[in-house]
């Protein structure tokens, strides 16, 4: 039986409330320039500035995708829509639901992880738009070599991990310093690197908005409602998850995950690499 990961929970939560909420299939934080009001009413116009960012990105000459941890399949759709050729990664057996809904028969459909991907195929990019973060670097860059064409790109668009005193209440990220050391040893040449934290960082107010305008308040009354009715079962539970509800208030309910904190902690980066050209042994 597959088990079932908490990402992959939080994943498919945070696409019921996209849903719902933003009027959005996108599962990727958004681009807010400047005159663009951060509230809930704009984060679907966010999210769409985030995909454009992405295609402009694009290099040209690129034919054929593998889209690595495609969340809803939107911006592959998109991809497709745009004239590329497009496959995905997909992990998680709920998401790929909706790839496969979206995109039918347009595109192969990886239903593993990255690191567990076996195929003959090889495309001109590998794309990791927000879906780096959850990768074993060493492993994910040995895949990248492996499937890309000669001469071909890795674009990373995802936030890492600043060299920074404290405990950042947004998890995730790997270390930027530690990722930029181990791929100036790799056979790859960095074209492009843009540094998008402050357009990417007022999604996490709106997300604090949201839990502290909806979630923090259902919790209280689910918990208020359980303590008066089930006392034995609630401290039973609430002492068997301490260290989980623990965290969760700090991470979640505490109000502290916000544009600023994430800014202060993380770096939310654009970057671009070209796969060095093999070059014929002397004779």
Not at 127 to 148: D, G, N, P, R
Not at 235 to 250: G, V
Request: glycine share 6%.
């Amino acid at each position: 039986m597959h088990k079932v990961e908490l990402k992959e929970v939080g994943l498919d939560i945070g696409l019921a409330f996209s849903k719902h909420f933003y009027k959005t299939d996108y599962l990727h934080y958004g681009y807010w320039p400047d005159g663009l009001t951060v509230e809930p009413a704009n984060v679907f116009e966010a999210q769409v500035n985030y995909a454009n960012y992405l295609l402009k990105n694009i290099p040209e000459g690129v034919s054929s995708i593998l889209d690595v941890g495609c969340g809803s399949g939107k911006f592959a759709e998109i991809m497709l829509d745009a004239g590329y050729s497009v496959d995905c990664v997909s992990p998680s057996p709920n998401l790929t639901k909706h790839v496969r809904n979206r995109l039918g028969d347009r595109a192969e459909i990886f239903e593993t992880r990255y690191e567990d991907v076996r195929t003959e195929k090889r495309y001109d990019m590998i794309l990791c738009s927000e879906s780096f973060q959850y990768l074993l670097v060493e492993e994910a860059i040995e895949q990248t070599k492996k499937f890309l064409n000669k001469q071909g790109y890795l674009l990373i668009c995802d936030f890492f991990k600043r060299d920074v005193p404290g405990k950042s209440p947004i998890s995730g990220g790997h270390r930027i310093e530690r990722f930029l050391e181990y791929m100036d040893e790799q056979p790859f040449t960095k074209l492009t690197d843009l540094d998008i934290t402050k357009e990417a960082a007022p999604s996490l107010d709106i997300m604090r908005d949201l839990i502290q305008e909806v979630i923090a308040p259902t919790w209280n009354i689910v918990a208020y409602y359980m303590r008066s009715n089930y006392p034995r079962f609630t401290r039973m539970f609430s002492f068997a998850f301490r260290k989980k509800i623990a965290q969760a208030h700090r991470k979640y309910l505490s109000g502290s995950t916000s544009g600023e904190q994430f800014a202060h902690f993380k770096t939310y980066r654009l970057f671009l690499y070209q796969q060095k050209g093999w070059r014929p042994l002397s004779v």
